[in-house]
């Protein structure tokens, strides 16, 4: 809360009936150069406002390239699994969104986005155990679109899609809402 010309706090959001909110966005990342640490805040304070953080996390193609893929996703999850309470983390989504799949037309393969998921429910597992990280959704994004969306919905822990440029075409978006 304070002057911030052009930005919009937690608390602002939840008076207007916003539910969810997404954050750490590669753009956001990229562009306004947001680090972990104010991503983690920014996460704190929507869950403290009762807006549900969609938390995004994803590598660029050189990290994926040069095998730093994982450590990465881990690196931008470490706050919140380290810093919020199990009901904290249940109140999130998480969004794994390859950066260099985001707009480009390229998409992670199912087998590949699967691997990467599977990795993500193992360290909220490792940190809260099974009934949470069972529990919790983690969706899908980066060039996700008719094509390809049932079999990537269709992987053990891809819980469904953060849809962007598909959603701007309604033909697109009911049939990738029909693969579920």
């Not at 602002?12 to 750490?24: A, D, N, R, T």
């Not at 996703?73 to 249940?90: A, G, M, N, P, T």
Request: glycine share 10%; charged share 20%.
């Amino acid at each position: 809360n304070g002057a911030f010309t052009g930005e919009i706090s937690s608390s602002m959001l939840s008076s207007f009936g916003i539910g969810y909110c997404i954050v750490g966005h590669s753009e956001r990342r990229a562009y306004q150069k947001e680090s972990n640490q104010l991503i983690f805040e920014k996460t704190k304070s929507l869950i403290s406002n009762g807006v549900r953080p969609i938390f995004c996390c994803g590598e660029l193609l050189e990290q994926r390239k040069g095998n730093q893929a994982y450590d990465v996703v881990s690196s931008q999850l470490s706050l919140v699994l380290d810093h919020l309470s199990k009901e904290e983390i249940l109140s999130m989504v998480i969004a794994y969104e390859p950066v260099w799949a985001i707009g480009t037309g390229l998409t992670a393969s199912a087998q590949d986005a699967q691997q990467m998921h599977h990795h993500i429910r193992s360290l909220i597992e490792a940190k809260f155990g099974s009934d949470v990280s069972d529990e919790i959704s983690i969706l899908y994004g980066g060039s996700c679109k008719p094509e390809n969306a049932l079999e990537l919905f269709s992987q053990k822990d891809i819980d469904g899609g953060l849809i962007g440029g598909a959603s701007l075409d309604a033909e697109s978006f009911i049939k990738i809402a029909k693969s579920f």
